[in-house]
């Protein structure tokens, strides 16, 4: 059974042939910087400094490039261990920050937000408490193991319930299923909190977040996090979503701009044409808006992005490029489940 260590805390545990590096190390106990577990987000990336890993596949993963593998980076939610290993991670976090649990929650209510996303309102059992962090996440446990990531809207400043935006993705699968027959009072098992998704409060810098679609959602509860806290730094929300029915808490969040005076709120809609009111705002990709926005220079700020693979793959590859250093970049991309993201690769790759 390979061995992996990890370097600089020098913490070792064994990896299964054919397991994840990431599944070996929180079954160990070891909380290493995830986020969506499906090859896509690139918070899992870590240095291999010694021995061989290899991919489930022979494409890379689609959060990694050519180049990063080149110089030995290893996403360790695909990467396995073919001998022992040594890696550096770039954030290490004791599991005892943050206590993963798994819960039972009952369906409180649901309210339509727009026609394919739906909030979906969670409560715990009275004796138990979820301490998370704005910004992460849960997972729904489904039939046979299966789970499903959604962020959570809801800030721990809300209290005791947790929130959910579900975008309706099919009509067969959980989310179909959900929209079409589940309803107040259901019981969903629920594990969380999980991810590393969250404002890094001890920056100066003015944070920039980049919300695609119901990736609004973890940068939500960001928001209502730091306002709730009475947080005064620079803050410019981009929202980029298809029509207005997309920006389903506009009102609010033009609200909040105008009354918060370092808050600024910057809506891009894709396909403006397709909306019955005519759109006066911004128009086109949000992330070819953030960069016409700031200027050459990205280097003074925080990037915060959480959308569908495709936008938070842009921004990774044209930030960087532009000064921004990967540091002061955090993703977040659920847009797939990642036994969804395998059964597409198995497609792509027969
Ligand atoms: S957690 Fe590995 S790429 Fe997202």
């Not at 842009?314 to 970049?329: C, K, M, S």
Request: charged fraction near 25%; include cysteine; proline fraction near 7%.
């Amino acid at each position: 059974m390979p061995q992996v260590t990890i370097v600089p805390t020098g913490e070792s545990f064994a990896a299964d042939p054919g397991e994840p590096v990431l599944t070996a190390a929180l079954r160990a106990g070891l909380n290493l910087p995830h986020s969506c577990k499906g090859g896509h987000c690139a918070s899992c990336r870590a240095r291999l400094l010694s021995g061989t890993t290899s991919y489930p596949t022979r494409e890379l993963p689609a959060g990694i490039t050519a180049d990063e593998a080149a110089e030995r980076f290893v996403l360790l939610c695909q990467a396995q261990a073919v001998t022992d290993i040594t890696i550096e991670t770039r954030e290490m976090r004791p599991a005892r920050e943050v206590e993963v649990k798994s819960l039972p929650g009952r369906i409180d209510r649901m309210e339509r937000l727009a026609d394919d996303v739906m909030a979906v309102f969670i409560k715990l059992p009275a004796v138990e408490d979820l301490h998370y962090r704005a910004g992460q996440y849960i997972d729904f446990i489904l039939s046979g193991g299966r789970r499903r990531s959604f962020s959570l809207a809801s800030a721990p400043a809300d209290g005791r319930m947790l929130e959910v935006h579900v975008r309706r993705a099919s009509s067969s699968g959980f989310t179909g299923q959900l929209f079409d027959t589940m309803r107040a009072g259901n019981l969903l098992r629920v594990e969380g909190p999980l991810g590393q998704f969250w404002f890094r409060g001890d920056s100066p810098r003015h944070a920039i977040m980049i919300g695609g679609g119901t990736g609004y959602a973890p940068l939500r509860a960001m928001l209502r996090q730091l306002l709730a806290v009475g947080d005064r730094r620079p803050l410019t929300l981009y929202w980029g979503a298809r029509t207005t029915q997309d920006l389903y808490e506009h009102d609010w969040l033009v609200n909040v701009a105008a009354t918060r005076p370092a808050f600024a709120y910057r809506p891009v809609l894709s396909e403006p044409q397709a909306d019955d009111s005519p759109w006066a705002g911004r128009s086109g990709l949000v992330h070819e808006a953030v960069l016409a926005d700031l200027g050459a220079d990205l280097a003074p700020y925080d990037v915060y992005a959480s959308g569908p693979p495709a936008m938070v793959e842009a921004i990774r590859h044209t930030f960087v490029e532009r000064g921004l250093p990967r540091a002061q970049l955090f993703f977040d991309s659920f847009d797939f489940a990642p036994d969804t993201l395998a059964a597409m690769r198995k497609t792509d790759n027969p």
